[in-house]
């Protein structure tokens, strides 16, 4: 079986706009309840509005969600040559620029980072932006997250 | 429900501000497997995870992530003063068929910026005494 390698030739590739994703209410308490997170700003619309929110608020790593998906781009496309069989997640940093809300519609600008190789170990890090979609489709809005993520893909002989 | 936030003035590098146990069992994973869209057997399928050379069904980093931070959100009283928060995953949290792994939580002041209102949180996680998330820090706006 040939020895895939994270191909290097994709650092510093920085991909189209996502379409929006739209951020539920319903989604937010599923994915809260799925953490443990039961702070009611999570899941009462009155608790969230009285804290200043206009819906209610995103656990701090919901934003992996959205960033997930942004992220299959590259690491599912075959030409990458990311074996995921062979992938450890390394390191997982969030920005909050503002918090995430029931409501909002998110597109996301993803970048690969670097891609680098030391013996039969590849590390492999993205970074996603988050924007505020624009309401007429046009270009991104306001700036509310900043997600990276690194990866570290074993070879076959390590 | 109170919106006061601890005072940053109040403390001091070093303070153990919070403290929890958490656990995680195998319906943590299923259900954090549908709600976050991470569907790799890795952490469901237990002759899956032996094959790729693991001890068994693991926990998702970024489920141990999102479920130690609760206690930074529950100490602040406010999941949106949460503007940064970051790890390396440095062990994997072995999870077993039946019971749970038990995760350990500890949350300090790791440092205070006065001038831009924030507190750096902190958080040590071990299982079974065991470090499983290296520099676990999630910075808080208190002012």
């Known amino acids: 079986m040939a020895n895939t390698l994270p ?5 510093g590739r920085e991909y189209p706009v996502t379409e929006p994703y739209s951020v539920g209410r319903e989604k937010i308490r599923e994915f809260a309840a799925s953490v443990g997170a039961m702070h009611p700003a999570h899941h009462d619309t009155v608790v969230a509005r009285g804290l200043g929110y206009p819906d209610v608020v995103a656990p701090p790593t919901f934003a992996v969600v959205i960033a997930q998906r942004a992220e299959s781009q590259y690491v599912a496309d075959p030409a990458a040559g990311i074996d995921f069989s062979r992938v450890v997640h390394a390191d997982e ?23 680098t190789q030391r013996a039969s170990i ?10 505020a979609a624009a309401p007429d489709g046009g270009a991104p809005g306001e700036h509310v997250a900043t997600v990276t993520s690194s990866l570290v893909v074993r070879g076959e002989d390590s | 429900m109170t919106t006061q936030r601890p005072e940053l003035a109040a403390l ?5 501000v919070a403290t929890r146990t958490i656990e995680l069992d195998r319906a943590t994973l299923v259900r954090y497997a ?5 569907f790799n057997p890795i952490h469901w399928d237990e002759g899956f995870a032996v094959e790729v050379g693991l001890p068994g069904v693991i926990a998702h980093g970024m489920c141990t992530m999102g479920s ?4 930074v959100t529950d100490w602040v009283g406010d999941p949106g003063a949460v503007v940064r928060y970051g790890t390396r995953f440095t062990k994997p949290v072995p999870v077993p068929a039946r019971g749970a792994a038990v995760v350990d939580v500890v949350a300090t002041i790791g440092a205070l ?18 470090k499983v998330l290296g520099r676990a820090q999630a910075v808080v706006r208190l002012a």
């Not at chain 1, 940093?93 to 891609?115: N, Y």
């Open chain 2, 113 to 130: 910026d006065p001038e831009a209102g924030t507190a750096r949180v902190d958080l040590t996680v071990s299982h079974e005494d065991v």
């Open chain 2, 68 to 71: 130690v931070v609760g206690v």
């Open chain 1, 7 to 11: 191909d290097t030739g994709f650092a």
């Open chain 2, 34 to 38: 549908g709600a976050s869209g991470d």
């Open chain 1, 122 to 131: 590849s590390m492999v890090t993205t970074r996603c932006e988050v924007f």
């Open chain 1, 93 to 115: 940093q969030f920005t909050h620029h503002r918090p995430i809300v029931a409501g909002d519609e998110l597109v996301t600008v993803l970048h690969v980072d670097s891609v």
């Open chain 2, 12 to 16: 001091s590098v070093g303070d153990v």
